[in-house]
């Protein structure tokens, strides 16, 4: 297959187009400037120029392939309510233009929305059906008018050597304030998946999940929130500290919001449907082993 990748070059996105890349699949990248292009290039993948906001380029770069993954969101939660509809508008574009084609559509979306009292199964929906819970809602609906569209939940906690996300983020604000945090005991749980078993389970998205399907690219269905303060804490040499839920927005900021959020995740039947294993190293060992804890040189 040619496959259109959206955030070609992103954190979990190139470790995709390296997996396309090694299972016998072309892959044309979304690239939103020189660098992006060049980091393509540089991997022998063909660039696409265009962004999130260019619903033409978009088009045109799904039209051009046999499916796409759509990894790409703009991370800036200053403007987090248009960057969601930017998202759905890109979504909805690319699924109308490959309507009646039974070309894959498959869109990276987060576990945290189907978060709730229990484990979270690949049968719920989104929590708040608004929000990023529409470009969710596009995807599925699609399956009706000819397009396999497939959703694939990711954790809070992708992680693996180049990180920024989430536990990048608590190790910057347990320097910045000289403890590891957790909210009341610590006793939520975050999924986890290592950046390269998602990777795989993108790749086995697009080839053969069914129309319609959302999946979860989850490893571990959840880690206690306490044990990776703790490892963090260890790591760092500072202590670990519980934070009321208002604490929790001074002493990891914006990951306050969700860092109380218990979201135990099932992903027994992605694994079924995809003969997807994930062999990556868990959480803990990552924390401690690819770098999260040494400053950059």
Known sequence: MRVFVTGATGFIGSAIVKELLATGHQVLGLARNDASADAL????????RGDLADTASLVAGAKACDGVIHTAFIHDFSQYMANIETDQRAVEAMASSLEGTDKPLVI??????????????????PVNPGGRGVSETIVLSAAARGVRGVVMRLPPTVHGAGDKGFIAWMVDMARKHGSAAYVGEGTNHWPAVHRLDAAKAFCLAVEKAP?????????????????????????????ARSVTPEEAMVALEFLGMFAGVDNRTSSARTQEILGWTPTGPDLLTDIRDAGYLFEAA
């Open 108 to 125: 990276a979306s987060g576990t945290l929305m189907v978060a709730r009292a229990g484990v979270a199964t690949e049968a719920d929906t």
């Open 211 to 239: 129309p319609g399907a959302a999946l979860h690219a989850v490893a571990e269905e959840g880690v206690p929130m306490r044990a990776i303060a703790e490892t963090i804490a260890k790591g760092l040499g500072l202590p």
């Open 41 to 48: 290039a540089a991997i022998g993948v063909p660039a696409h």
